[in-house]
């Protein structure tokens, strides 16, 4: 029985129009036949040709740039074409519409030119995260943690760790199968535990890298808290340079909880506004409160705010929470008035303090993620999948009562969980999350 040929896919892989350049990517067994009909021949393989682009009825389209990728030199391993078109909205249509009118030629779907590189070797699971993570980086440390899994580096780390363990398991194995024969030493299989002990002491270093990870690519965040009317709304605004929450003299306007982004060094840091804390009975201002008790336990840094002429009222933060006290409304403080003993001291309305409150963010920040290689997993996914292998291998490790037998195949599932992160092993269910993420086009 002869199976159906694969769909040829294409879309608009450039940005919003109208722009400059569109490029529409084709990418499929047809794309050469297709190339042929629209720019009347193939140009030479990774060579830019400029051609003329018409319609199967000879309606010029356009003048643009053809790229042919034959099979398996592509982004996806399959034949593709790029075209370079001029960035008009009408244009762009009437060529997609082209497109879309041969046989077995559909629109792709979000994320299925990466997909369908995954499918043919050309990136793993862990490369293919770090080109989605690149695709929607805003710091430049995001950019640098999604080069770094891009690339490669991260997914060869996970692949050194699968050879240790392979290693390990046809040392225990050889002695198994062999150890009757004069060239396998007895006992050889004693000499993997120190390695393999060392070997997880590596692995439980790269779990504690999962939040510096976390903090790079998702932000470090910081809540703002205080009583009501202690200048928290008012440093949201000025930190973001926007009217992003209301401010009122009166007390318990914010009731939800307000957020804006900064780049603070080339990191990423969420701040968020949260309801002045208070004993009250008005329940809607009670469930903000609620909210913003929560939204502390989830934080990496709390700014606790108290006005300067009350230095003494900061609300009570968590045990154990990284905090900085911020002394606000310096503004109204006289010459005669004594400045309060606090971490910092900030005026929302002048800018007084606001750069220093920002290097003190950025050193905690500093201080979380510390000097490391970008090499570091970020996704709860692979977080998951290594504490799975740790548990293996210490099963190996410290289970000397079991059988060799059963010690090597602790060292084989953990191996299948590294290898589940590049996506090596039973991942179906994992891939359409995956590209999800995905504009179309890519």
């Not at 047809?30 to 629209?38: H, M, Q």
């Not at 430049?140 to 080069?147: I, S």
């Not at 006289?334 to 303090?353: C, E, F």
């Amino acid at each position: 029985m002869r199976l159906p040929v694969r769909e040829t896919i294409f879309a608009l892989s450039s940005g919003a129009l109208p722009s400059g350049v569109a490029i529409v990517r084709v990418s499929g067994a047809s794309a050469g036949a297709i190339c042929r009909e629209l720019a009347g021949d193939l140009p030479a393989p990774r060579r830019a040709a400029l051609c003329s682009i018409r319609s199967r009825n000879g309606l010029m389209l356009d003048q643009a740039l053809v790229l042919w990728f034959p099979a398996p030199h592509s982004f996806t391993g399959e034949d593709c074409l790029e075209l370079q078109l001029h960035g008009g909205r009408a244009l762009v249509r009437a060529v997609l519409e082209e497109l879309g009118s041969f046989d077995n030629c559909r629109m792709a779907e979000a994320g299925e030119f990466s997909r369908r590189a995954f499918e043919h070797g050309k990136l793993d699971l862990v490369e293919i995260e770090g080109l989605s993570d690149l695709l929607v980086a805003d710091t430049e440390m995001q950019r640098r943690l999604a080069v770094e899994q891009s690339s490669g580096h991260l997914s060869a780390i996970y692949e050194a760790w699968r050879g240790k363990l392979i290693d390990a398991r046809a040392l225990i194995e050889a002695e198994l199968d062999f150890s009757d024969e004069g060239d396998i030493p007895g006992a050889v299989s004693d000499r993997i535990w120190g390695d393999m002990r060392a070997f997880l002491a590596e692995l439980e270093k790269a779990l504690e890298d999962l939040k510096t990870g976390e903090i790079i690519r998702d932000g470090f965040k910081v809540v703002i808290a205080g009583r009501p009317n202690s200048g928290k709304s008012s440093l949201l605004n000025t930190l973001a340079g926007r009217d992003v929450a209301i401010v009122t003299e009166y007390e318990g306007t914010t009731r939800d909880i307000l957020h804006c982004e900064l780049d603070i060094g080339g990191y990423a840091v969420h701040f968020y506004d949260t309801a002045g804390i208070r004993e009250t009975s008005e329940p809607i201002e009670r469930e903000g409160i609620r909210r913003a008790l929560g939204k502390m336990e989830e934080a990496d840094l709390v700014l606790s705010l108290a006005e300067s002429t009350s230095p003494d009222d900061f609300v009570d933060v968590p045990e154990g929470m990284d905090v900085i006290q911020v002394s606000t409304k310096a503004d109204l403080l006289t010459d005669s008035d004594t400045k309060p003993k606090t971490d910092t001291l900030i005026s929302s309305a002048t800018g007084y303090g606001i750069a220093d409150l920002k290097a003190r963010v950025l050193s905690r920040v500093e201080d979380k993620v510390g000097t490391f290689s970008l090499a570091i997993p970020s996704r709860l996914r692979h977080g998951q999948q290594l504490r799975d292998a740790i548990e293996e291998v210490r099963q190996a490790i410290e289970r000397n009562d079991l059988g060799l037998e059963i010690r090597a195949e602790h060292l084989r599932r953990a191996s299948d969980d590294l290898g589940r992160i590049t996506g090596r092993i039973d991942v179906e269910m994992l891939l359409g999350k995956i590209f999800s993420e995905f504009c179309v086009g890519k």
